[in-house]
């Protein structure tokens, strides 16, 4: 299993590719979110502005976090990283970042 530090390395070339609208994390994102992940191991996932008035930065990343088998890498600004993890009981998520 790649390490965190390899990940994020990896992860800095990628562009975001799937955003989170208004509606939020539902069934259908959480869906596409496995879908990528199972592809491609590595993506990332931008918030945009008008669900971030709704919701807290947190508050999404956990909503993910609890429906999608995998491991937050990074949180920079509105966009999260997240690798793939196969087995949903492995999971040893790291806790969102604290706002300030």
Same mark, same amino acid.
């Given at each position: 299993?790649?390490?965190?530090?390899? #990940? /994020?390395? +990896?992860?800095?070339? @990628? %562009?975001?590719? #799937?955003?989170?609208? *208004? !509606?939020? $994390?539902?069934?259908? $994102? !959480?869906? +596409?979110?496995?879908?990528? @992940?199972? %592809? *491609? *191991? @590595? =993506? *990332?996932?931008?918030?945009?502005?008008? $669900?971030?008035?709704? +919701?807290?930065?947190?508050? #999404?990343?956990?909503? =993910?976090?609890? /429906?999608?088998?995998? @491991?937050?890498?990074?949180?920079?600004?509105?966009?999260?990283?997240?690798?793939?993890?196969?087995?949903?009981?492995?999971?040893?998520? /790291?806790?969102? /970042?604290?706002?300030?």
């Amino acid at each position: 299993m790649h390490t965190i530090r390899k #990940l /994020r390395k +990896e992860s800095q070339e @990628l %562009r975001p590719s #799937l955003q989170i609208g *208004k !509606a939020g $994390v539902t069934d259908s $994102v !959480a869906a +596409e979110i496995t879908a990528q @992940l199972k %592809r *491609k *191991k @590595l =993506i *990332k996932v931008k918030m945009l502005k008008n $669900v971030l008035g709704r +919701e807290s930065h947190d508050s #999404l990343a956990q909503s =993910i976090l609890e /429906r999608v088998p995998c @491991l937050l890498v990074r949180e920079v600004g509105n966009v999260l990283t997240l690798s793939y993890l196969p087995k949903a009981q492995d999971i040893k998520a /790291r806790p969102a /970042r604290k706002s300030p």
